[in-house]
Nanobody, 114 residues
Framework: QVQLEESGGGLVQPGGSLKLSCAAS????????LGWYRQAPGNERELVAR???????TYADFVKGRFTISRNNAKNTVYLEMNSLTPEDTATYYC????????WGTGTLVTVSS
């Protein structure tokens, strides 16, 4: 059983920063990638950033230069540092672990508002 526990969401003012964390636990084999997706009300879930086992990263165009994904392999933890947040970044952020299948966290809400 694989579990993903996210933390770090909350309310932040425009221009502010937040750092999300996701810790994976359980029996995990052959992690291909860890990543973050987000879903705003009325929208589909979309990729924010992903980091593969070898450290290669992928970012959505709308976060390039503002968000940074990193991981601690020893702790099976992935982080998302978010800077220069705008109200358009408001969404529930989901952690994703990809092996031979996808595992998802329950999500953490990020609200960007003054």
């Amino acid at each position: 059983q694989v579990q993903l526990e996210e933390s770090g969401g909350g309310l932040v003012q425009p221009g502010g920063s937040l750092k999300l964390s996701c810790a994976a636990s359980g029996t995990i084999f052959n992690i291909y990638a860890l990543g973050w997706y987000r879903q705003a009300p009325g929208n589909e879930r979309e990729l924010v950033a992903r980091i593969t086992r070898d450290g290669s990263t992928t970012y959505a165009d709308f976060v390039k230069g503002r968000f940074t994904i990193s991981r601690n392999n020893a702790k099976n933890t992935v982080y998302l540092e978010m800077n220069s947040l705008t109200p358009e970044d408001t969404a529930t952020y989901y952690c994703n672990l990809r092996t031979s299948r996808d595992y998802w966290g329950t999500g953490t809400l990020v609200t960007v508002s003054s």
